[in-house]
């Protein structure tokens, strides 16, 4: 596979969350202390949490910053979840594949791969790469932090960062949760295909999407 170019940058990018409603810095604090107890036991069907339902709680802190060799066992864990694979629709990779793949990755620096860090802990992965010929995005959050708005501000996050357009993305149609991330950004939908399955990904019905 052929990676992309970006403008780079080591930096961490952090975004401070939605706009607080309550009384400034001090109201956000005590927010936090005070903040509503909420049902997190509801679930939607693919076991996440209902995202409406944290909607009380004050936003954690989302930064990006360049994955590392020390970040790979984490996002081998999550890209072996069973469940993650079934809403993503794409086989997971072996530990040695899964090495093999982040070597190439990480010795090219024409690849933007961030790892995504929630008050100090690596939840995700975030990428901007070639695939195809065309410059595409693709993130995956750790099942335990679903439904909190993380991928999201992730992916905005990334479009500060990466100044390349078009971009694009391709999306196994019944991922509704990786398409809400995509509109929420920007991307528009421009097709649908059905994909062959190959080693890596089952056949699907995908929906194309764009960012101009
Ligand atoms: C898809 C994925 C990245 C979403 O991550 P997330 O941090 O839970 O997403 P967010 O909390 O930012 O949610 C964004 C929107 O999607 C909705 N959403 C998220 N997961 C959903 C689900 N399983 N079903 C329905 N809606 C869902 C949220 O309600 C939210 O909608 P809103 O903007 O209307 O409020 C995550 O579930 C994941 O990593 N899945 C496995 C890997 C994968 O599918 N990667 C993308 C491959 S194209």
Redo the contacts with the bound molecule.
């Keep these: 596979m052929v990676w992309g170019r970006s403008p780079g940058g080591s930096g961490i990018f952090s975004d401070p969350g939605p706009p607080e409603t309550g009384p400034g810095i001090a109201g956000g604090l005590f927010a936090r202390a005070l903040a509503p107890r909420v049902d997190r036991s509801a679930r939607?069907?693919?076991?996440?949490p209902?995202?409406?339902q944290l909607d009380d709680n004050p936003p954690e802190q989302v930064t990006l910053r360049d994955v590392t060799p020390a970040d790979l066992p984490a996002l081998f864990r999550?890209?072996s979840?069973p469940?993650?694979?079934r809403?993503?629709?794409?086989n997971p990779r072996g530990l040695d594949e899964f090495n093999a793949f982040w070597k190439t990755v990480l010795s090219d620096p024409g690849v933007v791969a961030k790892a995504v860090v929630v008050d100090g802990t690596v939840v995700?992965n975030i990428s901007c790469f070639q695939m195809d010929g065309l410059d595409s995005v693709?993130?995956?959050?750790?099942?335990e932090?679903?439904?909190?708005?993380?991928?999201?501000?992730?992916?905005a996050l990334l479009l500060e960062e990466v100044a390349i357009r078009p971009l694009h993305?391709?999306?196994?149609a019944a991922?509704?949760?990786?398409?809400?991330?995509?509109?929420?950004c920007g991307f528009e939908c421009v097709g649908t295909q059905t994909s062959e399955a190959d080693d890596r990904f089952p056949a699907c019905e995908e929906s194309l999407f764009e960012l101009r």
Aim: glycine share 12%.
């Design positions: 939607c069907s693919y076991g996440c209902m995202s409406n999550f890209q979840d469940e993650a694979n809403m993503a629709v794409v995700g693709g993130y995956w959050i750790d099942r932090y679903w439904g909190r708005g993380i991928a999201k501000r992730s992916l993305a391709r999306v196994a991922n509704i949760g990786s398409i809400r991330v995509l509109q929420h």
